[in-house]
């Protein structure tokens, strides 16, 4: 009796994934049925001003490796900086309640700390254009 209770349990779970299963399948399904179709409908001029490269529809003149302003780098890393900090602020507001007086230190020195932060690169002028 045990044996077959086990077999049914097992072939309950098996099937729980089948909607998964038939969702992936649909999912590839119309990918790789979009793009074949468009393939076989969509035209198919060549000429040599089509097959040359180009650069959101401006000429491309001279060298592409122009230099960079460092500012522009550092400005770029510290919203990545800052923007990755931001995202720690959802499970902690998400659970507020049971993280109680001790998570809202914490959550204190955190933002405390990220305040710091946020003085020191205003301090060293790393936000202003030249």
């Known amino acids: 009796y045990s044996l077959s209770k086990k077999t049914k349990i097992m072939q309950s779970d098996q099937y729980s994934y089948l909607p998964i299963l038939m969702q992936f399948i649909l999912a590839v399904g119309f990918v790789v049925g979009t793009i074949i179709i468009s ?53 902690w507001a998400v659970n507020f309640q049971e993280l109680g007086m001790e998570g809202m230190i914490k959550m204190l020195i955190f933002m405390a700390l990220l305040l710091v932060g946020f003085f020191y690169i205003i301090k060293k002028k790393a936000l202003e254009w030249e």
């Open 39 to 91: 393939g076989k409908l969509g035209p198919k001029r060549t000429s040599d001003s089509k097959d040359k490269s180009f650069e959101c529809g401006v000429e491309s003149i001279g060298n592409a490796r122009i230099p960079f302003s460092v500012k522009y780098f550092l400005v770029a890393i510290l919203f990545v900086l800052f923007d990755v900090e931001v995202i720690f602020l959802y499970p």
